[in-house]
């Protein structure tokens, strides 16, 4: 039994020996097709020619989000250069005398949320604001509602709390100057500043 066992080592040292010595670290030369070569492949230095290295594409890196003042910029999905940068709206408006934050707007705020959830060293300020129709103090109220709203929406999206400040400016500064419905949309707003 120890013969057999002594056999069947004997038999797998000699089949690694020989996988092993038939194996080469030396790389292979590629025949350059020169007669000037010597016998050992090296070419005289009087000779040489120099190549030049070829030539690569350039790698275009896709572009990343950036803020650009308070503005937020993030590569546009309809561009074919992958390099365009598009501007990412960073206005959401509200129903009137409502703080829910319209599904049309969700897609938007979801990439915004995706920025700072990646960039935890930005900081967003929510700005919000109603319409004149009402009292000082309920617009400011109002407005409050609808940026704790986005925020909200933020952090369910990953963004974190610390990276967001809520500030509400009621009725004081209009998109609209107008006293009609038109001005009034325009007004019922949250704005996004990045700092």
Request: net charge negative.
């Amino acid at each position: 039994m120890a013969t057999t066992r002594i056999g069947r080592l004997f038999a797998l040292g000699l089949t690694l020996a020989l996988m092993f010595g038939c194996a080469s670290n030396k790389p292979e030369e590629a025949d350059t097709g020169d007669s000037s070569a010597t016998p050992g492949g090296e070419t005289p230095t009087s000779d040489r020619r120099s190549v030049e290295p070829a030539q690569l594409p350039e790698v275009v890196k896709p572009p990343v989000p950036e803020t650009r003042g308070t503005v937020l910029w993030v590569p546009g999905s309809d561009s074919d250069s992958q390099t365009d940068l598009v501007q990412l709206p960073g206005r959401f408006y509200f129903d009137f005398d409502q703080a829910i934050v319209k599904r049309a707007g969700h897609p938007e705020l979801s990439q915004h949320a995706q920025y700072l959830a990646q960039n935890r060293s930005k900081t967003l300020r929510l700005e919000g604001h109603a319409d004149e129709r009402g009292t000082r103090e309920y617009n400011l109220a109002l407005g409050e509602r609808r940026a704790n709203a986005v925020k909200a929406y933020l952090s369910a999206q990953g963004a974190v709390g610390r990276q967001i400040e809520v500030i509400s400016y009621g009725e004081e500064k209009p998109a609209g100057a107008g006293h009609d419905e038109a001005s009034w949309a325009q007004n019922r707003r949250v704005d996004l500043v990045y700092r």
